[in-house]
């Protein structure tokens, strides 16, 4: 049975700077560390800058025992990941005393689970990174996470958040599976091994491993979640049903999706899934509440425009003549029971 991957909505505006607090083992900001590794971990082969790096200054706590190695991407043999928008990325074993948190990514994340567990919480979602998943993180979102079952082996990747990697912004947040780990996994330590110092560095053997590790990321981020997606508006459907009273407009639907995309995307997926405008659905619930309220009980059309997220009882019915074709009244009288 395939493993089922689930996000789960919280809410932390009681908690706005995402803050942790781990007493003695608090970390800071790394202030004049060298962020080709972060601390506890060990560095193997990798480079880097504070200014390539800056987005990892919100790390809390990274223990002696986790062993990250991390890809050289500004080194000349892997021209062909930079110019694919690939960044600061590696493969990761990680035990005990490990969590991240950063306010503010201003790069997209690809981040697949190959071993263990992680815990996660993003974007307004809690939820677990388990073996065979991927977690898509679009640039801009605020992320926690860390290690909840050890060993947990992943891989991870910085996108540049521009047209090479657009995929990711249509796609939203969201943690699906995906087979594509333990063979990312393996690409990376290769690459790793052909790329270290020396002499016996192969620039055509670490070339075609950065363009397969390239491809194979490109086969992820396009990949169409439809499920996901689905189900995301499947909630927004049922809160709107729920509160179809509230004054809803097109963001406030989006943003009950809680998917990361702009409004004319969100538009097309609810002509694609729902076969209506997000405004169209919001219509369409209000009137068949108004329905079943008139059908069942005496209330007059005051109540009922109240109710039903209408200012006065005449725009309640101008807008039930134009859905249904009859006044209220003449619909109550129609189908009285």
């Known amino acids: 049975m395939p493993t089922k991957?689930?996000?789960?909505?919280?809410?932390?505006?009681?908690?706005?700077?995402?803050?942790?607090?781990?007493?003695?083992?608090?970390?800071?900001?790394?202030?004049?560390?060298d962020f080709g590794f972060r601390q506890g971990?060990?560095?193997e082969h990798g480079q880097g800058s504070v200014t390539a790096e800056q987005h990892l200054r919100k790390t809390r706590l990274i223990g002696p025992e986790c062993h990250e190695r991390f890809l050289p991407y500004r080194s000349p043999l892997l021209q062909v990941l930079r110019d694919g928008g690939v960044g600061f990325s590696g493969l990761s074993t990680l035990r005990r005393n490990y969590c991240i948190c950063r306010r503010h990514s201003p790069l997209h994340l690809l981040l697949f689970t190959i071993q263990g567990t992680g815990w996660?919480?993003?974007?307004?979602?809690?939820?677990?990174?388990?073996?065979?998943s991927v977690w898509v993180?679009?640039?801009?979102?605020?992320?926690?996470?860390?290690?909840?079952?050890?060993?947990?082996?992943?891989?991870?990747?910085?996108?540049a958040r521009d047209w090479r990697w657009s995929a990711i912004e249509r796609l939203g947040t969201a943690v699906r599976e995906s087979a594509l780990g333990p063979r990312?996994?393996?690409?990376?330590?290769?690459?790793?091994?052909?790329?270290?110092?020396?002499?016996?560095?192969?620039r055509e053997v670490v070339d075609l491993y950065g363009r397969l590790i390239l491809r194979l990321l490109h086969r992820e981020a396009s990949r169409p979640d439809t499920g996901a997606i689905a189900d995301r508006l499947r909630r927004m459907v049922n809160i709107v049903r729920r509160h179809v009273d509230y004054p809803w407009t097109v963001p406030a639907l989006l943003k009950a999706t809680?998917?990361?995309?702009?409004?004319?995307?969100?538009?097309?997926?609810?002509?694609?899934?729902?076969?209506?405008?997000?405004l169209q659905?919001?219509?369409?619930?209000?009137?068949?509440?108004?329905?079943?309220i008139l059908?069942?009980?005496?209330?007059?059309?005051?109540?009922?425009a109240e109710r039903t997220g209408y200012a006065s009882p005449f725009s309640l019915s101008a807008a039930f003549k134009r859905h249904f074709g009859q006044s209220p009244r003449t619909y109550r009288k129609a189908h009285a029971r």
């Open 295 to 304: 059908l069942n009980t005496d209330s007059t059309l005051e109540t009922i």
């Open 41 to 43: 971990a060990r560095k």
């Open 120 to 132: 996660l919480m993003t974007g307004g979602f809690e939820g677990t990174l388990a073996p065979g």
């Open 281 to 292: 659905l919001v219509t369409r619930l209000r009137m068949e509440q108004a329905a079943e």
């Open 137 to 159: 993180s679009p640039a801009g979102t605020w992320q926690r996470y860390g290690i909840q079952r050890g060993p947990w082996r992943i891989v991870w990747f910085s996108l």
């Open 184 to 202: 990312l996994g393996e690409a990376v330590s290769a690459l790793l091994d052909e790329s270290g110092p020396g002499p016996d560095a192969d």
């Open 5 to 33: 991957f689930s996000l789960v909505p919280v809410d932390f505006d009681s908690d706005p700077d995402f803050d942790f607090d781990f007493s003695n083992n608090q970390l800071g900001a790394f202030a004049g560390v």
């Open 258 to 278: 809680s998917l990361n995309i702009t409004p004319g995307h969100f538009a097309r997926l609810c002509g694609e899934h729902l076969g209506e405008t997000p």
